[in-house]
């Protein structure tokens, strides 16, 4: 196995999460080229700047090489497991990459809304069946909770009640998850995070 080292740094995020002390802290694998410290990235649909990094015992590191695994400070939002790292040459293109891919995100989401028809009503009439579904949104403390979490729920889907989450996502409950549940007539679970005052105000 080789890879190239002098060239931008280009990996996969592994895990991220936030970090009381911290802020975002994000894992990542450099699979070719060499991260420094200063160096624009985008990570998913995030950008940002390497503020600091850690080796696997904590300790500061100024570079990471191929085959690196780090601890990553900078992110401007909080990745997903298996997001492609992508280190680039100014803090422009990281954001403008970053806004075109938000985006995009935010009209496939919109596409992804799921609206019962008339047809699929009077097919569950006739089949007898009372269907109910539960629109559910996941937040959490660290990314792989949350997908353990969300595919848990998902699966407790039954003959009668069927679990559905709409939207799931790392950090505290804000007002924008109250408006999506209320909206969708969802539930919200949290799993080691809390709503902010304002959020539980607007969910009251």
């Known amino acids: 196995m080789k890879a190239n ?12 999460q936030i970090d009381k002390g911290k802020g975002i802290l994000t894992t990542i694998l450099v699979q070719k080229g060499t991260l420094r410290v200063g160096d624009p990235f985008v990570g998913g649909i995030y950008s940002g700047k390497v503020k600091a ?7 500061r590191t100024e570079v990471a090489g191929p085959s690196t695994p780090v601890q990553l400070l900078g992110f401007d939002g909080i990745p997903q497991a298996g ?56 937040k959490g403390d660290v990314d792989g909770s949350v997908e353990a979490l969300a595919d848990s729920l998902a699966k407790l889907s039954t003959a009668e009640v069927k679990i559905r989450v ?23 679970v949290g799993f080691h995070v809390r709503p902010n005052l304002n959020a539980r105000r607007l969910a009251e």
């Open 53 to 59: 990094m850690f080796d696997e015992r904590g300790r």
């Open 83 to 138: 997001d492609q790292f992508i280190a680039v040459d100014s803090d422009r293109v990281a954001r403008e990459i970053s806004l075109k891919r938000q985006q995009l995100k935010r009209e496939q989401d919109f596409r992804q809304i799921h609206f019962v028809t008339l047809d699929e009503i009077s097919e569950q009439i006739q089949a007898g069946q009372q269907v109910r579904e539960l629109s559910m949104v996941v």
């Open 166 to 188: 709409i939207h799931k996502g790392v950090g505290g409950i804000s007002e924008s998850d109250v408006l999506l549940a209320a909206a969708s007539k969802a539930v919200i």
């Open 5 to 16: 080292p002098i060239r931008n740094a280009r990996g996969a995020v592994v895990e991220a």
